[in-house]
Structure formats: C-alpha cells, structure tokens
C-alpha cells in the first residue's frame, strides 16, 4: 500500500463544545474509531492507526472531551463515560457513517462498551484494549482519587508545573508525548475530568454486557492491577460473541506491535461486510 493519507486537528461540535479528531487512511475504507485512555489523547493511538490505515482500513482517533486539543470545561458533570459514548456516536454522526467498529483503551475500551450498549445498530464489532470493571475498581479507585485530591487541593504548584511541561519539545513517540499532554493540562480540568468519570458509571451492566451480540476482540495482560486480566476473562465469558488475546505487557501494542496488530487486522478481516462479503477489507 502506498502512502497513507492523514488529517489532523478536525473538528465537530457536540453538546456546544469542541472536538478534536485525526483521519488516517482513505475515505472509502471501513471505519475504526480507536480512543485513549483516561488523561491522555490521539497521540497515545498513532502508530495503532498508521499500522491499520496501511492495511486498508480509514481510523479516527478522537481527543474525548477534556483531553488532548478537545474543550476543557471545568465542571465534573461534563465528564461521563456514558456522555463520552454518546460524543463517539457524535462523531460517526458527523463523519455520515452509519456503522464503525469501535475500540480502545482502557477508558477507550469502556467508552466503546457504553456505544455499544447504547447503539448496537451504529456498531459492527469492538476491540477492547484493557477494560476497566468491577475487579478494578478499588485498584483506580486508590490511583485516581490521590491525583483528583492533588489536582484540587495543588492548584498553584499544578499551575506552574503543567506550564513547564507544556514548554518541553514533544518526540516523535506518540505514547510519550501523550503522558506529556497530560501532564500540561490545568489542574481545574483534571480535577473535573477525574470527578465526573469516577463519580458516574464505570461500565455498562453485566446484562447489557450479555446482550452485546457483535463481534468483539479484548486484549489484556496479567501485570497491570488497574486492568485486571479476571476482568477480561469475565468480560469474554458474558459477552456471545468475543475473543481474548494475551498480551505480553501493557505496553506491547505500542513497543512492539506487530504480533497484537496482525490479531486485530486478522479479526477485522473476518467481519462480514454490509454487502455480504467474507472480508471488510478493500481489494
């Protein structure tokens, strides 16, 4: 394949605010919206989308509200994971595709459970990268609130430092620079952004779960207690029609990616295609 075309820094409105989404490959290509996690943005995603833009397929990476170049508003009730699902139902909306396969990671993965269960009939498959359920919660509950109690109670010292960060030279390693993006925002947002999503609904029931019918491909590890592997295993249990991969850490699709992105285009290959066919692939 040739060179991938790529467009950054688009936009939609949604709900009154602003936001941010990259294009990678081309228009006539099936569509896989694949989003961050928590705090951090597209940037964490690139060489995801570049890998699968390359094999025939068009993906969106989008800055959910209050992360990376999306608006930042400063009130916690903004920040949602179910309203996260609705902006990624905004987006195919805006882009006029009726049906995408979602995915991503950790917040992305349950953003994406939250779409599905919501809007079936807008999804053709998932793949769910280190989902957060019930065995996580006392885990996130234990690394999240100290930051969301520093965030509010350290605005100053945050202020001055999030203004250094955002000075330094960003690298050409997306996932790095996306921990750096983070680390610049102003503490009101991530105090906010924190607020809402640990105070609102983590995932969606475990009967919506079981009534999940699309296809879906989870990718967990054992070494990480913020997205218990039992977690997945149980996730791939309730729902009919899902796979489970292994990874060998947490940062295997992004350090060395080959082995999980020929996984995930031999899944996406598989998927019936609105026309009938065996593959949703573009000859």
């Known amino acids: 394949m040739g060179v991938v075309p790529v467009e950054l820094d688009l936009s939609f409105s949604k709900d009154g605010h602003r936001l941010v989404y990259d294009l990678y490959g081309l228009s006539a290509s099936p569509l896989v919206v694949y989003l961050h996690g928590l705090l951090?943005?597209?940037?964490?995603?690139?060489?995801?989308?570049?890998?699968?833009?390359?094999?025939?397929?068009?993906?969106?990476?989008?800055?959910?509200?209050g992360h990376g170049r999306s608006d930042k508003p400063t009130h916690a009730s903004t920040y949602r994971i179910d309203s996260y699902a609705d902006q990624v139902i905004g987006l195919?909306?805006?882009?006029?595709?009726?049906?995408?396969?979602?995915?991503?990671i950790s917040l992305g993965a349950n953003v994406s459970l939250f779409a599905t269960a919501?809007?079936?009939?807008?999804?053709?498959?998932?793949?769910?990268?280190?989902?957060v359920l019930e065995r996580a919660v006392p885990a996130a509950a234990a690394v999240f609130v100290p930051m969301l109690l520093a965030a509010h109670y350290g605005r100053r010292v945050l202020n001055v430092t999030s203004a250094l960060v955002g000075r330094v030279h960003r690298t050409k390693f997306g996932p790095l620079n996306s921990v750096l993006n983070a680390l610049s925002y102003p503490p009101d947002a991530t105090s906010a952004v924190l607020h809402g999503v640990l105070v609102g609904p983590?995932?969606?029931?475990?009967?919506?779960?079981?009534?999940?019918?699309?296809?879906?491909?989870?990718?967990?590890?054992?070494?990480?207690?913020?997205?218990?592997?039992?977690d997945a295993v149980g996730l791939v249990a309730r729902m009919p029609n899902a796979t489970l991969i292994r990874a060998r850490s947490p940062l295997e699709l992004r350090l060395e990616?080959?082995?999980?992105?020929?996984?995930?285009?031999?899944?996406?290959?598989?998927?019936?295609?609105p026309h009938g066919h065996s593959s949703d692939r573009p000859a």
Do not use: C, W
């Not at 195919?92 to 991503?104: E, I, M, N, S, T």
């Open 92 to 104: 195919l909306d805006h882009l006029g595709v009726d049906k995408a396969v979602l995915g991503g």
């Open 257 to 273: 990616p080959r082995r999980l992105t020929r996984e995930i285009v031999d899944f996406l290959s598989r998927l019936e295609d």
């Open 118 to 131: 919501h809007n079936p009939e807008r999804v053709r498959a998932l793949v769910l990268e280190m989902p």
């Open 202 to 230: 983590v995932a969606p029931t475990q009967e919506q779960r079981r009534a999940i019918k699309v296809p879906a491909l989870v990718l967990a590890h054992r070494y990480d207690v913020v997205h218990p592997f039992d």
């Open 40 to 65: 951090l943005d597209a940037e964490l995603n690139r060489g995801i989308a570049q890998a699968l833009a390359e094999q025939g397929y068009r993906v969106a990476l989008l800055d959910l509200l």
